[in-house]
């Protein structure tokens, strides 16, 4: 076992006291969190695992700073009409297709009674 290893076995026992006795003095996360304590350190036994969650929090930056500019919405159908466009927007960059060229399709279609455009391929330049 490497010095880092070791190391992290120690990190990792510590850890799980501290949940153990978060869980008996009753605190609910530490039981939660205690049930799938194996999970937490799978990056240090399998490659190509970020220890962080550093690319899921750079995915929704833009969404956190769209809402704190806008201080947000007023309505459940706000909320959830936000949603729908920043979850198409981030989908539609991520395979590689223009969002607007995307949304101005799925329109188009929804007017027209036509074949609904696929987000998941670069066709939509």
Do not use: D
């Amino acid at each position: 076992m490497t010095v880092l290893g070791s190391q992290m076995q120690t990190i990792r026992y510590r850890v799980k006291l501290l949940l153990e006795e978060g869980a008996k003095r009753g605190v609910p996360k530490c039981g939660t969190i205690l049930k799938v304590e194996p999970l937490l350190w799978t990056f240090t036994q399998e490659k190509g695992i970020e220890p962080t969650n550093n690319a899921a929090e750079q995915n929704i930056r833009p969404a956190v700073l769209w809402k704190k500019r806008s201080f947000g919405v007023e309505s459940e159908r706000g909320a959830q009409y936000v949603e729908s466009m920043l979850s198409i927007w981030a989908t539609a960059r991520r395979n590689g297709v223009n969002p607007i060229a995307f949304l101005r399709e799925l329109m188009h279609s929804y007017r027209t009674n036509s074949h609904v455009p696929c987000i998941f391929f670069a066709s939509l330049k």
